[in-house]
């Protein structure tokens, strides 16, 4: 970590600095040779208004005025974004899911920037994330596509009976274009192979919660710091908005470390989430510290994650296809079972039916399993005429 514009983010990459914090961005901001570099890099990995926040409140004079200026311009733009994120949040909870009177549970984005953030417009979000049960999402899918919004993934999709519901059951995430051209993901669940989190059980453990006097349901705090622990390390943590999050929790009066750890422990996590709190622990530390101090596992992880905070989406894509399990990054987070379960069974998704299965040659549910044996040759017919277009 010997780039100063990398320290300097990782330092402000929270929402509360301590007088150690202060010193150590005190020191690094001289060092600072490309501010334009650093502003670019603050926007693409999500943390650009509260950086600017932090430099604007303590450091304004001491930035070059054009990049202050500029840092100020690409924050209200993000402000914007986000207060049309904010506005759909309340939208789809309002006038799609209440009226329907459907078990859900609101995850990531939105809620957690109400739930931790002080000011939740500070917590740049892409999409909105809803977990629903597979028999809900059919009239889910119906009523809000009646309402206004269009199909995203699938994008041929169409609101009657049997074309939600045979999405409803071979697709685990359906995206949905709003009004306000904000994609809304509905979940049936949350992880790749629903082995690690139970969508059932985190649908009967949710707590209420009111955002802007709408009532609405979000994980249990210790439940949520262990799936976004599990979730970033999934993705190498390669966004800096992510350290924000979990240092926020952190700081919340509802935190309890014991309580978090135990819930690690129910969902076989507790290496993960062990290393999460070591590295955390690592990147907030306002004086340099040797990577060598830290644990095997950690070492890893943080290696990964710098490499990945510093490439793009193809970068972290390369990085994906080394994993042991689609749910996770490293061996060490997962047992030598689990990984041979995966690679002995992993192969009977080539069988799983598509939407595009579903339009060229739309069957009723009674006949729907003629998918599963046709898609194997139709996946073959479709790569081999890929290849042939790209020679």
Request: glycine share 2%; charged share 25%; aromatic share 12%.
């Amino acid at each position: 970590m010997a780039d100063p514009s990398f320290q300097l983010l990782l330092l402000l990459s929270r929402l509360q600095l301590s007088q150690e914090h202060v010193q150590a961005v005190e020191e690094l901001i001289p060092r600072i040779q490309d501010w334009e570099g650093f502003t670019r890099q603050a926007s693409e990995r999500f943390v650009l208004p509260i950086v600017h926040s932090h430099l604007s409140k303590r450091w304004k004079h001491r930035i070059p005025e054009p990049y202050i200026d500029v840092m100020k311009r690409y924050s209200f733009g993000a402000l914007k974004h986000n207060l049309n994120m904010t506005a759909e949040f309340k939208h789809i909870i309002r006038d799609v899911l209440l009226p329907l009177q459907v078990p859900h549970l609101c995850f990531k984005g939105p809620s957690l920037a109400f739930q931790y953030y002080p000011e939740p417009a500070q917590r740049l979000c892409r999409d909105v994330d809803i977990l629903v049960s597979r028999k809900d999402l059919p009239k889910i899918l119906q009523h809000a596509l009646s309402s206004g919004y269009q199909p995203y993934d699938p994008k041929a999709l169409t609101p009657d009976d049997e074309s939600v519901a045979f999405v409803a059951k071979h697709q685990k995430v359906v995206t949905l274009l709003s009004p306000r051209n904000v994609a809304v993901e509905f979940h049936t669940k949350i992880d790749n192979t629903g082995s690690v989190f139970n969508a059932s059980r985190m649908l009967e453990r949710r707590q209420p919660i009111s955002v802007s006097h709408i009532d609405t349901w979000v994980m249990p705090i210790n439940e949520l710091f262990v799936y976004l622990c599990w979730h970033h390390t999934k993705h190498y943590w390669s966004r800096l908005h992510w350290l924000v999050d979990i240092t926020a929790m952190q700081c919340h009066k509802d935190f309890n470390l014991d309580e978090v750890l135990a819930c690690a422990e129910r969902y076989s996590l507790g290496s993960t989430v062990n290393s999460c709190l070591e590295m955390i622990e690592y990147f907030s530390a306002p004086t340099k510290r040797t990577i060598e101090e830290l644990t095997p596992n950690t070492r890893e992880l943080v290696r990964t994650s710098i490499l990945a905070m510093h490439g793009d989406v193809e970068f972290e894509h390369s990085l994906s296809r080394k994993k042991p399990t689609p749910d996770f990054s490293f061996d060490w987070q997962t047992t030598n079972t689990q990984i041979w379960q995966w690679r002995l069974w992993g192969w009977k998704r080539i069988f799983r039916p598509t939407y595009d299965s579903y339009t060229a040659w739309p069957l009723t549910r009674n006949w729907q399993w003629i998918y599963r044996c046709i898609r194997p040759f139709h996946e073959a017919y479709t790569r081999l005429g890929h290849k042939k277009i790209v020679n």
